[in-house]
């Protein structure tokens, strides 16, 4: 058995969550005030994911970065990957908000897209 | 001179709201001024994810929230000047600007919205002793410099002060390869999101020092290092703390102050507190016609209210152009919105009932951290509301409604607004 603590994100309070966990399976909380930590705890011990947003290199006369973000959530520990594969990368204009930059970024099956318009 | 109905003066996310806002209201010859070369403002350099969760129910990055209010203004097909600098406004609303293509001009506007947004609280204003290396900037210039340009400004990072820039800047240096050592923040609480510790610092494990401050700036060409240390509860350095931290840049996230130059030169009063104007219920400045929305107003943590407070300003400022002529406020009921115990301020700091929209917004922030506390407006002394409040912390902007029914019936006076232990 092991224990974790975290900080809920739901609202300014920031409760210290307490979770005891059986490997995935979570045990115990305490700490939480309302429901809103129990469902973030548990979720965050057990698979935490991540938007990641950087930019990648673009081709255009006017920007020098492309502004990116993962479509959803990534694993977290796919994030570091995630940006080694988009220090690689060179968008080419014109490119519009949403566009697919990257598909299935570092194996996760999750697309990366543009998110902002370059004409030129 | 040139004439237009409304002058926007600044085209970032407040600037463009309230331009719309003003056009569904139908005005119609609106202008936006923008110094910059793109729309947008700070948010296209705010390439993280978390905005527009109130407005569009969904996460969005600045540059995809500004991108959804810059097609907006573009399907109206309100005009706007790019790199136009506006270099001067009169209490007439005249308008004084220049760009490249058109030299100096002047604008005299029926409505004038001031939208310029706020800055950085630079080094000069931190009184930080030692010498002025390269590799100390301030939060914002950093992340302009890695997600506009592609620079990384540096390789191993401190940062004071724990505003959101700074956290977001924590992230994103990480992210591309810097090392951050810690976050030093002088009040014992961070001014940052909760959301924003967690998933910056705790995430990467970089340490968040609270009542901790920079004490002294190692290094005369290039940033060497940096002197650490506790402070006391007057904010005074306690000598025996003081530690050495290795660094070759200084990130500084030490609050932002709203942009009011122009609204000095109008002769528009400033609230020493928000150094923003005072408004009245419309957003409407001291001076007639003037009305003011965002940052520029007061510091907002999110954007989606900065959004509803500018759709407010643009809906109010074609509606003062609608009812020109007609006998201005200054005869009519008024109450004065009083802060008190633990308030710092409000926006607006008066009400015209009569004016009002049927329900209004009155935002303010709270001076330190308060658990389990009640939130207590009274109405000429009748308590109108009395709300528990698990925490109000200074880093998170509070906001009551107000009904204009309620006010209308009441007299004129006071509208206080106050914490209370029950």
């Known amino acids: 058995m092991e224990e974790r603590i975290l900080t809920c994100i739901g609202c300014p309070q920031g409760c210290q969550l307490k979770i005891k966990l059986d490997g995935k399976k979570v045990l115990g909380m305490e700490g939480n005030n309302c429901k809103v930590g129990e469902k973030y705890g548990a979720k965050e011990v057990v698979s935490p994911e991540r938007t990641v947003t950087s930019t990648v290199r673009l081709d255009s006369r006017r920007l020098r970065r492309l502004p990116v973000r993962t479509k959803t959530d990534i694993p977290k520990d796919k994030m570091a990957e995630c940006m080694k594969e988009l220090n690689c990368l060179e968008a080419h204009v014109p490119v519009h908000r949403g566009d697919i930059i990257l598909k299935d970024v570092a194996g996760t099956g999750v697309d990366v897209i543009a998110t902002r318009d370059a004409e030129e | ?422």
């Open chain 2, 1 to 422: 001179m040139i004439s237009r109905d409304i002058v926007v003066i600044g085209g970032g996310p407040a600037g463009l709201a309230a331009a719309h806002a003003a056009y569904e209201a139908g005005a119609r010859d609106i202008l936006v001024l923008e110094r910059d070369e793109q729309l947008g403002g700070i948010l296209n350099q705010c390439i993280h994810n978390g905005f527009g969760l109130h407005t569009f129910h969904e996460e969005l990055t600045g540059p995809e929230y500004a991108g959804k209010f810059i097609d907006l203004v573009k399907k109206d097909g309100i005009d706007v000047s790019l790199k136009t600098m506006v270099l001067d406004l009169s209490e007439g609303r005249v308008v004084t600007a220049m760009n490249e293509e058109n030299g100096m001009f002047q604008i005299k506007a029926g409505a004038v919205i001031l939208a310029m947004g706020c800055r950085e609280r630079p080094r000069g204003a931190l009184n930080i002793p030692g010498f002025r290396p390269a590799g100390i900037y301030t939060a914002g210039t950093a992340q302009k410099l890695v997600n506009i340009d592609g620079y990384l400004p540096g390789k191993e990072v401190v940062i004071l002060g724990s505003g959101d820039i700074g956290l977001i800047m924590a992230r994103r240096m990480t992210l591309e390869g810097a090392k951050v050592k810690l976050v030093a923040e002088l009040m014992p609480y961070s001014g940052g999101l909760k959301r924003n510790i967690v998933q910056c610092l705790d995430d990467f494990g970089i340490p968040l020092l609270l009542s901790h401050t920079v004490s002294s700036i190692e290094g005369k060409k290039r940033l060497e290092a940096v002197e650490i240390a506790e402070v006391d509860e007057h904010g005074k350095v306690k000598p025996e703390t003081k530690q050495r931290v290795t660094c070759d840049t200084l990130l500084l996230s030490c609050g932002l102050i709203p942009e009011n130059e122009l609204s000095r030169k109008a002769q528009v009063e400033i609230n020493p507190v928000t150094n923003g104007p005072v408004v009245d219920e419309s957003l409407e400045t001291s001076r007639e016609g003037i009305f003011a929305c965002g940052n520029v107003l007061h510091v907002h943590d999110l954007v989606d209210y900065v959004t509803q407070e500018a759709e407010q300003a643009g809906r109010e400022a074609a509606a003062y152009l609608q009812r020109k002529g007609r006998e201005n406020k200054a005869g009519e009921k008024l109450f004065t919105l009083k802060p008190e115990n633990g308030i710092r301020y409000t926006v607006p700091s008066y009400i015209h009932p009569q004016e009002m929209e049927g329900l209004l917004t009155v935002r303010f922030r709270v001076g330190n951290v308060y658990k389990g506390k009640f939130l207590s407006v009274y109405l000429d002394g009748e308590r109108i509301l009395h709300q528990k409040k698990r925490i109000m912390a200074p880093g998170e902007m509070e906001q009551v409604v107000l009904q204009k029914k309620k006010l209308q019936e009441a007299g004129s006076g006071e509208i206080v607004i106050r914490i209370e232990e029950e």
